[in-house]
T-cell receptor, first 114, second 113 residues
Framework: DGGITQSPKYLFRKEGQNVTLSCEQN?????MYWYRQDPGQGLRLIYY???????QKGDIAEGYSVSREKKESFPLTVTSAQKNPTAFYLC?????????????FGPGTRLTVL | AQKITQTQPGMFVQEKEAVTLDCTYD???????LFWYKQPSSGEMIFLIY??????QNATEGRYSLNFQKARKSANLVISASQLGDSAMYFC??????????FGKGTTLSVSS
């Protein structure tokens, strides 16, 4: 079955540590995205990529980094520079181009900083 | 810049009744798309329905329909014959120049028996 996988589902981190969240898709989508969701809030865009080896900052990129070395993979690193990293992180993918390019989402990773 | 406004933090409806979730948007692009997603308590985001700015008819998908009023910049989601499983958070979103989505803050829908 095609879809998006994110791992781990729950992640605990000590302050000052970097942590990497995994996102893999087998939908053959060109575009991938990372969103952050805080309790009771909507999703905010962190980074997105429309092609391998290229990515763009979203609205809240500070303290995060990404890479896109393969079409299927778009890992997100939460660095120690991110002041309030505890949140729910969602990865998504979509086709690129005009029209109803709905985004397909993974199950998410809940990150807690201790 | 695009913006989505969802003014209803919470809505309550009884089973089998219809409910309308409000969404207004702001954009200067002549071509855009509007999306509705459902987020159950598990956290996954489920795509429900899409409306393109040039679509002549309102979108429908099963029990979901979109009341698209372009001049008023509104794209309200109508759920007919509500079911207990419809209890979730609902997000309206607009595509940003064909790239990422801008989401509203969501509306929590509670369906009671």
């Amino acid at each position: 079955d095609g879809g998006i996988t994110q791992s781990p589902k729950y992640l605990f981190r000590k302050e000052g540590q970097n942590v990497t969240l995994s996102c893999e898709q087998n939908l053959n989508h060109d575009a991938m995205y990372w969103y952050r969701q805080d309790p009771g809030q909507g999703l905010r865009l962190i980074y997105y990529s429309q092609i391998v080896n290229d990515f763009q900052k979203g609205d809240i990129a500070e303290g995060y980094s990404v890479s896109r070395e393969k079409k299927e993979s778009f890992p997100l690193t939460v660095t120690s520079a991110q002041k309030n990293p505890t949140a729910f992180y969602l990865c998504a993918s979509s086709k690129v181009g005009q029209g109803a390019n709905e985004q397909f989402f993974g199950p998410g990773t809940r990150l807690t900083v201790l | 810049a695009q913006k989505i406004t969802q003014t209803q933090p919470g809505m309550f409806v009884q089973e089998k009744e219809a409910v309308t979730l409000d969404c207004t948007y702001d954009t200067s692009d002549p071509s855009y798309g509007l999306f509705w997603y459902k987020q159950p308590s598990s956290g996954e985001m489920i795509f429900l329905i899409y409306q393109g700015s040039y679509d002549q008819q309102n979108a429908t998908e099963g029990r979901y329909s979109l009341n698209f009023q372009k001049a008023r910049k509104s794209a309200n989601l109508v759920i007919s014959a509500s079911q207990l499983g419809d209890s979730a958070m609902y997000f309206c979103a607009i595509d940003q120049a064909g790239t990422a989505l801008i989401f509203g803050k969501g509306t929590t829908l509670s369906v009671s028996s």
